[in-house]
């Protein structure tokens, strides 16, 4: 049974602000990357740097796909209803491994499309979205799971992974199907937007 916080419980001005951009949190990259289509780009990446780019979107969404893969479709609720904590696969060395993902993916996919100033308020603008929302996110879960998930905070960095398991694995194990299939919409939008890459070059070039 999931653990839910009672609508009369109280956050933080920062957790109420991210609460509010969690619940649109898939839509808020969208006028960013039609900056992407319409405008011109400033650079255009040698092969080396396309290479690197298309790569870091790769091992992002991998990194998705291994999240996803212990946390289950959870990671999609737009509410406060948390079905179980999670601290197996990448949960042990960062806290908040589809933010990190997220925030590598948006950044290279600026770069794939030729932008260097574009990309860099891409990564401005996630990060700080993810500040807010991880606020809210740290609140909700230390209301509902209380000393359990302050000891995996003490131990599990926010951002920056660690290069080994900061704690010991909850137990859940890794479901390639169910994260396929939660990740289908990001699937979606990847696909999308390299269509889009192609058509914009066919029509510069046009």
Same mark, same amino acid.
């Given at each position: 049974m999931a653990a839910e916080i009672s609508m009369g419980t109280e956050y933080s001005t920062v957790a109420r602000i991210g609460r509010?951009? $969690? @619940? /649109?949190?898939? $839509?808020?990259?969208?006028?960013?990357?039609? %900056? =992407? /289509?319409v405008l011109p780009a400033n650079f255009t990446p040698t092969p080396v740097q396309m290479t690197a780019a298309v790569l870091g979107i790769i091992v992002s969404e991998a990194l998705r796909i291994w999240s996803v893969g212990y946390a289950g479709s959870a990671t999609r609720t737009r509410g406060d209803s948390v079905p179980q904590l999670v601290h197996a696969g990448p949960y042990r060395y960062v806290r908040n491994p589809l933010y990190v993902a997220n925030i590598a993916m948006y950044t290279c996919t600026g770069l794939v499309f030729g932008f260097s100033g574009l990309s860099a308020l891409i990564f401005l603008v996630s990060a700080i979205e993810y500040i807010f929302i991880v606020a809210f996110e740290e609140e909700t879960l230390s209301k509902l799971f209380g000393p359990s998930y302050e000891n995996y905070c003490e131990k599990v960095p926010r951002w920056s992974p660690s290069f080994t398991p900061m704690i010991e694995s909850t137990g859940?194990? $890794?479901? %390639? =199907? @169910?994260? %396929?299939?939660?990740?289908?919409?990001?699937? $979606?939008s990847l696909s999308l937007m390299g269509l889009l890459f192609i058509l914009k070059k066919a029509f510069l070039a046009a």
């Open positions: 509010a951009w $969690f @619940k /649109v949190r898939s $839509f808020s990259p969208i006028p960013l990357f039609l %900056l =992407l /289509v859940q194990t $890794f479901s %390639l =199907l @169910k994260a %396929l299939r939660s990740e289908r919409s990001t699937f $979606f």
